[in-house]
């Protein structure tokens, strides 16, 4: 009867786990469309009323979001557009376009990616558009005919754009800027960059047309704030499925917090870097060690976890290399000078590791 009990219990332990896992993850993944903002209440405010501002009002607006790697730029905007959407008047008529530097490498493929999305796909009646020149007046006779009052405000999100700065005369952009500071189809144009020197990329004419509105994210949060930002990211919903077990988790996510050897981990990560990346890296290397015989996090687990992050990658794989096949490599790395990058074959290696002995 006892055995019987315990692989019950074993079993909605197990359910429980597999439900926290999938919540965490998609938490610290960002994928979770619930997840908190924390420390951008005011940047998030200010982008959520320009975005507004275009929707409803037809006000055709340009920022840029500035911040490090991490710092949460991709959240914010995804979040205030979530909230404009929710919005029944909104979500029918705004368009949307999300263009990426790393993807849209020169401004014929953006144009074409901005035409896809806009439904617009290189057709217009019985005719069919090929060349740049073609697709760049087409698409800005398209924004152009419209007006405040008719037309759908489209909002232009730049990721990575800084890159779009490098394309050659800046000639999406120019028109971006152009079409937002005139009287046309309402749009607006959100750029995410991580680098300050943004505004001294943008050639004379496009900065010119350029709004100048900046949005700085740089996690100005102090450690108490990252010790609570820790406990609200561990901690489970009130709307988990387990009430006992949501509540015994969470009473450990407090205990976790208060613990000093924890502390010392996460002021240790907070004095490298604020990212909250590298917070929800510790804590996922933390979770996988969570297990149906494991089944809450422990201190050890963090401290395990933090271990992990800091460690060199490229030790790692020399780590557990025996003592022939070290010498092998160094062999290779002195080739390597040798030669200047030339090849060289496993004869000429061998050679090289003889002499070493």
Known sequence: MSSRKSKSNILIHTECLSQVQRILRERFCRQSPHSNLFGVQVQYKHLSELLKRTALHGESNSVLIIGPRGSGKTMLINHALKELMEIEEVSENVLQVHLNGLLQINDKIALKEITRQLNLEN???????????????FLLEALKKGDRTSSCPVIFILDEFDLFAHHKNQTLLYNLFDISQSAQTPIAVIGLTCRLDILELLEKRVKSRFSHRQIHLMNSFGFPQYVKIFKEQLSLPAEFPDKVFAEKWNENVQYLSE????????????????????????????????????????AVDLME??????????????????????CLIIAMKHLNDIYEEEPFNFQMVYNGEMRLK
Not at 123 to 137: I, Y
């Open 123 to 137: 057709v217009v009646g019985d005719k069919v558009f090929g060349s740049f020149a073609e697709n760049l007046s």
């Open 259 to 298: 613990d000093r050897s924890v502390q010392e981990v996460l002021q240790k990560h907070f004095n490298i870097s604020k990212n909250l990346r590298s917070l929800h890296m510790l804590l996922m290397l933390a979770l996988n060690r969570v297990t149906a015989s494991h089944p809450f996090m422990t």
């Open 305 to 326: 976890a933090s271990q992990l992050c800091s460690m060199d990658s490229k030790a790692n794989i020399v780590h557990g290399l025996s003592v022939l096949e070290i």
